[in-house]
């Protein structure tokens, strides 16, 4: 059975910059009612099923557990580990092994994310981002960052010990967040002939592209429906000769037949 139907196939048509890492989206054309339906499953899948890479854990010199506080430092650790969690961490094609970040930082004044040491492949798109702030002229700041790759938002609790990973006292795990989308607005627009224009106002971190965003999200999206696509191909049921119904004889016999009494008769 044919069940191909012709219909309009939208594209991105313009990527626009309102500010730094917030962008305007246009797609078009759409079929009517079909802007929403698209613009609302995109958005989601952008929030929470885009991989992205995030600091997970953490090493201070001379810091034990997230509720210390350094001599020398402003903050308390657990601040400094929450200002962490803000770092967009940037990765060039796929690593086989997770990246360890570096902070060697000594002098008074602030320690931002530009003071990162990065390894090859590896940069920070928000280097002015403040960590934290140092006191202590003599104070030396030594800090190991461990870079892993996941979706959405992981506790520290629920994310599993990889293979190799070391849990030991000193070892400060962060809940980290690693979709790259911070931000999504729908806006729909009807045209001429009621086709319609999605209009996506996308906020990121700097890691990614607006449109790769949005590309990415559409090939989630078009893999979840994979498993519905040979709808299209299917054919009409087969009816089975072989098969026989039951029909029990009284349900079609006369009723003067079946010895009711006078009064159900």
Not at 155 to 170: L, M, N
């Amino acid at each position: 059975m044919d069940q191909n139907i012709d219909s309009l196939k939208p594209n991105i048509k313009n990527v626009e910059t309102l500010s730094e890492n917030h962008y305007r989206v246009t797609l078009e054309p759409f079929e009517p009612e079909y802007a929403h339906i698209v613009g609302t499953a995109l958005r989601r899948i952008m929030l929470s099923s885009i991989p992205g890479y995030a600091i997970s854990s953490c090493e201070i010199e001379g810091v034990v557990h997230e509720y210390s506080a350094v001599e020398g430092i402003q903050e308390d650790i657990l601040l400094v580990l929450l200002n962490l969690k803000e770092v967009a961490v940037a990765v060039e094609g796929l690593l086989h092994d997770d990246p360890v970040l570096e902070v060697q930082k000594q002098g008074i004044g602030p320690v931002t994310a530009g003071d990162i040491i990065c390894p090859h492949g590896v940069s920070i798109r928000n280097p002015d981002l403040v960590l934290c702030h140092i006191t202590d002229d003599k104070l030396r700041l030594n800090m190991h960052l461990h870079v892993t790759r996941g979706r959405g938002y992981c506790p520290a609790t629920a994310r599993p010990v990889s293979d190799g990973e070391e849990r030991f006292i000193g070892r400060l795990t962060i809940d980290p967040s690693y979709c790259p989308v911070l931000n999504v607005a729908v806006h729909e627009e009807v045209l001429a002939d009621r086709k319609e224009k999605l209009i996506l106002d996308i906020e990121t971190n700097g890691t990614i592209a607006p449109e790769n965003a949005v590309k990415i999200a559409g090939t989630i999206f078009a893999d979840q429906l994979n498993s519905f696509v040979d709808i299209r191909n299917s054919v009409a049921p087969v009816e089975d000769s072989s098969f026989t119904t039951f029909i029990d004889p009284k349900l079609i016999c006369p009723v003067e037949d079946l010895e009711l009494t006078v009064r159900s008769a």
